[in-house]
């Protein structure tokens, strides 16, 4: 039991720092982010080259992968979302564009790293196993690290001038440009730091899970549902979500292991039944 | 008006007639599949237009077109039915679920409704992988052709396996469906349902206000849209005589949804030249091989930029102009 909980709670830390770079988009912008899970794995290729190829420190490498793909979503705000919101009669378009984006990312990311499955050697060797839990210490590593800057970027948008900005923007795009906000630089700022995080939780994880091409659909599918649970655009509901998914996943694999490979469809089928009940999910702003 | 109808003639020409002639004439046979399966993946998109016309982004339209391929695989291998018999029932059957579905889940709007129906897809999938009717991840295969059509002794369809090659029967049975989806959904916008349908898109709380039957109106839509994609998954599977778990995926609902984006959402028959277009273009770069995909969404993200309300909103900006 130790040991579920243990790893609920190290997967729930993981998707909860995916969760909140697709929330913050998603609020600010009202941009369901499909790309997400390409910026993800683009996250751990560049932390797998600088890493495990060039040798530089892991701490350089989860970095540079951060900045990277900052300044990748930065400039896909200014130049392609912020062009189709201005011209597009209806604010769906922006899933096309989202959607041909992430097409793109795979094309790109297929043809310059290749469909192998990469790993990293280990950052700390060793195994933690004490009070009936057994965990690698590079997952508590990492684990930490997840949490930590969960903890920074909710302080981030709490106490610093750009972050009340941003939930300005959130909470009501037209009332926050009449107090003098800027909207078109905090968007970009927003898009660019919800990009990054995605980039920096796939560079940490690539230590661990490794990264192929092929896997940035299913995790942004994933981080839909979390921020589904959790309610879409808001901060503390994508790490709720982050967590009662990672703690169902984990639960579910022990509990549901004689009945096969159901443990999805049960999560799905949960969530169907929630969201019917409860549409906007735990903290979610109505009609999203 | 007359141009209108002169459209449609041309229209109609071109698909039974000229699109033929050309395959002959080039001697293209494996044009006719491509044809196929753009007027097939057409009708599902025409359902899931529809749903966009009540003002929801429907991505789980994979679903249906999975259940509808299944409802028909089964009944004509374990009961042995006639599949023109199957085809009404496939779609019945999805529109019946997508009742029952949507009850609940078209309480919900924007990219809610959106992301549900995308995590139906996988449910769909996962379903089929587990269920035991379904014959799990080996799927059904060698489903037989279908059979003939006789009213008094006159044969209206000849017997498939019959027929010179399958491949055009086919083709003319996905291109008579699709005429017939898109005459039903054009007269379905143009009635006074249609025009509901529309202020539901634009505010249903004013809708509802003046006593507009909401919840009524937009679980028919869906349920019509639900039967286009059991439809079109029940020909799929016919013409491709195989059905696996992973016919029909989550690419296929994002692909649906994005053919009506393309299309241009607020014309009934964008999703038709949306498809037609993403679809040939994806087999026309084919032939660049690792740059197909880059090639493509590269694409797309121009054709966004420049045309972010469709391909038919060029007409109407040349006619302001």
């Given at each position: 039991m130790e040991q579920v909980i243990a790893n609920g709670l190290y997967l729930g830390a993981q998707y909860a720092l995916v969760a909140l770079g697709l929330t913050l988009i998603f609020g600010l912008m009202n941009v369901l982010n499909f790309a997400h899970g390409q910026m993800y794995v683009l996250g751990g290729f560049i932390t797998y080259v600088v890493y495990g190829q060039l040798g530089l420190p892991f701490v350089v490498a989860v970095l540079a992968s951060g900045v990277t793909l900052a300044v990748v979503g930065g400039l896909m705000e200014r130049y392609l979302f912020r062009t189709v919101i201005k011209r597009s009669?209806?604010?769906?378009s922006t899933m096309l564009l989202a959607a041909a984006t992430a097409f793109f990312f795979d094309a790109v990311i297929l043809l310059v790293f290749g469909e192998k499955q990469r790993g990293v050697p280990k950052i700390v060797k060793g195994v933690f196993n004490d009070f009936g839990v057994i965990l690698p210490y590079d997952r508590i590593v990492v684990g930490l690290v997840a949490a930590v800057l969960i903890l920074g970027f909710i302080a981030f948008m709490k106490f610093t001038k750009p972050g009340r900005a941003m939930r300005a923007l959130a909470q009501d795009r037209t009332a926050a440009q009449l107090m003098g906000v800027e909207v078109d630089r905090y968007t970009m700022i927003g898009f660019a730091l919800g990009a990054m995080l995605a980039g920096v939780t796939g560079g940490l994880l690539v230590s661990i899970t490794g990264v192929n091409s092929g896997i940035g659909g299913p995790i942004s599918i994933k981080a839909f549902m979390m921020i589904m649970i959790g309610g879409a655009g808001v901060v503390s509901g994508a790490i709720a979500g982050g967590f009662i998914l990672g703690m169902m996943e984990s639960v579910g694999l022990t509990v549901l292991?004689?009945?096969?490979?159901v443990t999805y469809l049960v999560i799905f089928a949960a969530l169907m039944i929630f969201l019917s009940i409860r549409p906007n999910g735990l903290m979610g702003k109505p009609w999203g | 008006m007359i141009r209108k109808l002169l459209g449609l003639l041309f229209f109609l020409a071109a698909v039974f007639i000229l699109l033929p002639l050309f395959i002959e004439v080039t001697g293209r046979k494996d044009l006719y599949y491509v044809m196929t399966s753009v007027a097939l993946l057409s009708i599902a998109s025409a359902g899931v237009w529809l749903t966009f016309y009540i003002g929801r982004i429907n991505i789980g339209q994979g679903a249906y077109a999975l259940m509808g391929g299944y409802v028909s695989a089964i009944l004509v291998m374990?009961?042995?039915?006639?599949f023109w018999l199957t085809l009404p029932i496939a779609g019945l059957f999805c529109a019946g679920v997508s009742i029952l579905i949507g009850m609940?889940?078209?309480r919900l709007r924007g990219v809610y409704f959106a992301m549900v129906t995308l995590v139906l897809t996988e449910v769909a999938r996962l379903l089929a992988l587990a269920l035991p009717i379904t014959n799990g991840a080996k799927g059904i295969t060698s489903i037989p052709l279908p059979g003939s059509i006789s009213i008094f002794g006159v044969?209206?369809?000849?017997?498939f396996v019959q027929v010179e090659n399958p491949r055009i029967a086919f083709y003319y049975v996905a291109v008579v469906l699709m005429v017939v989806c898109y005459a039903g959904m054009y007269r379905l916008v143009n009635s006074r349902m249609g025009h509901l349908c529309m202020s539901l898109q634009q505010n249903e709380e004013l809708a509802s206000s003046i006593g507009v039957n909401i919840a009524w109106l937009r679980v028919v839509a869906y349920s019509i849209s639900s039967f286009c994609g059991g439809v079109s998954g029940a020909v799929f599977v016919a013409a491709t005589q195989s059905i696996y778990?992973?016919?029909?995926t989550v690419t296929d609902s994002v692909n649906f949804m994005l053919n009506c984006f393309l299309g241009g959402l607020g014309y009934v028959f964008g999703p038709m030249l949306g498809t037609l277009v993403l679809y040939l273009g994806w087999n026309l770069l084919f032939s660049t091989g690792q740059f197909q995909l880059l090639i493509y969404s590269a694409v797309m993200i121009i054709l966004m930029l420049v045309l972010p309300n469709g391909l038919l909103s060029l007409g109407s900006w040349r006619r302001k102009g």
């Open positions: 009669h209806r604010e769906e292991r004689e009945y096969g490979d | 374990s009961y042995s039915w006639s609940p889940i078209l044969t209206l369809v000849p017997d778990p992973s016919s029909f």
